[in-house]
């Protein structure tokens, strides 16, 4: 139970995990793993970037537009459905698909701002056809974290599609929570709980300026 929460709570857009980070080391570097650093990189210049201290809506809306570029919502989206996708008209599936991408974005944000002192070792990489594995680990001052992450190659670019956190794979997690509320419910309760969450992450950052982390509908 333990290392799920801990899986839960890192998943913010795991690539993200490492915006302030002391260093970075590559010891299995490709174009893969080098375009993976290359959203790290530009995620810690917009952090960074004194433009940006006192404007927090402008530099979440760049940090974010980053993300978006290297995630694939939609194969997110389907995998956290599994059998249940194929059931989903087109309209349906592009609806979860972006409630699905705002409901991370919406409870991990914050999550970029708040990491200092680590530092990611990139430890491997394995390639298999239109599949990818960047193997890292997160180094703290008291702990080290194994994050896997999973890409596909789409369109010629290589898109991050799940990560495992200590074992524990966030789209596991999140394919088990839908499974549940799908089976009491319905695919629109479903819907009307995302969006619910969603309304409150928003409303609640708007007024306090931060995001209070739960990993459930």
Not at 177 to 200: A, C, W, Y
């Given at each position: ?10 998943t913010v857009v795991a ?8 260093g970075v080391s590559i ?191």
């Amino acid at each position: 139970m333990k290392n799920k929460i801990l899986g839960l709570r890192l998943t913010v857009v795991a690539v993200v995990l490492t915006v302030l980070l002391g260093g970075v080391s590559i010891s299995a570097a490709s174009k893969i793993t080098e375009d993976l650093k290359s959203t790290i990189d530009n995620v810690i210049a917009i952090v960074t970037n004194p433009q940006y201290k006192s404007n927090k809506s402008a530099r979440r809306a760049k940090i974010r537009q980053l993300i978006d570029a290297r995630f694939s919502y939609e194969q997110m989206g389907m995998r956290s459905l599994a059998k249940e996708w194929d059931k989903r008209s087109s309209q349906e599936k592009t609806k979860f698909v972006d409630l699905f991408g705002q409901l991370l974005e919406n409870s991990y944000a914050n999550k970029i701002e708040s990491f200092s002192d680590e530092k990611i070792n990139y430890v491997d990489e394995i390639v298999k056809g239109k599949y990818a594995m960047v193997k890292t680990q997160i180094v703290r001052k008291d702990a080290t974290i194994d994050v896997d992450y999973k890409l596909i190659r789409l369109g010629g670019e290589w898109r991050v599609y799940d990560f495992v956190i200590e074992g524990v794979s966030m789209i596991r997690n999140y394919r088990s929570q839908f499974t549940k509320i799908i089976r009491k419910d319905s695919f629109s309760g479903l819907v009307d709980k995302m969006t619910t969450k969603i309304n409150n992450l928003k409303a609640q950052e708007s007024q306090t300026g931060t995001v209070t982390e739960t990993d459930q509908l």
